[in-house]
């Protein structure tokens, strides 16, 4: 069956830098936009990037910009989150997602969690 493993997280000082690694398997992978979200405690699950098939990447936090990228190997089946210039409000449980190229309304897919959802891996930012 479809799953994703992520990994990489653990505790850095601020400044510093994190790469984050998803493993996918069980599923069409080039079918799909892949994405990373982020949840804290007591918050919503929150959409931070992603990209497509053909590399395209869309930043979705203001916060992150210019410090965080996306990347994926379609031939390993590999998403990859690089995190530079961490800060203290980063700190997170970075999950990864798989949404199919198919769905007709992404923006309603993600509104109802669809897609495979990783467990996450948990990136903490001292000060």
């Known amino acids: 069956q479809a799953q994703l493993v992520e990994s990489g997280g653990g505790l850095v000082q601020a400044g510093g830098s994190v790469n984050l690694s998803c493993a996918a398997s069980g599923f069409a992978f080039n079918d799909y936009r892949m994405s990373w979200y982020r949840q804290t405690p007591g918050k919503e699950r929150e959409l931070v990037i992603d990209?497509?098939?053909?590399?395209?990447?869309?930043v979705y936090l203001d916060s992150v910009k210019g410090r965080f990228t996306i990347s994926r190997d379609n031939a390993k089946n590999m998403v990859y989150l690089q995190m530079n210039n961490l800060k203290v409000e980063d700190t997170a449980t970075y999950i990864c997602?798989?949404?199919?190229?198919?769905?007709?309304?992404?923006?309603?897919?993600?509104?109802?969690?669809?897609?495979?959802w990783g467990k996450g891996t948990t990136v903490t930012v001292s000060s």
């Open positions: 990209i497509r098939r053909n590399g395209d990447s869309v």
């Open positions: 997602n798989a949404l199919s190229i198919y769905v007709s309304s992404v923006y309603w897919a993600r509104q109802n969690g669809m897609g495979y």
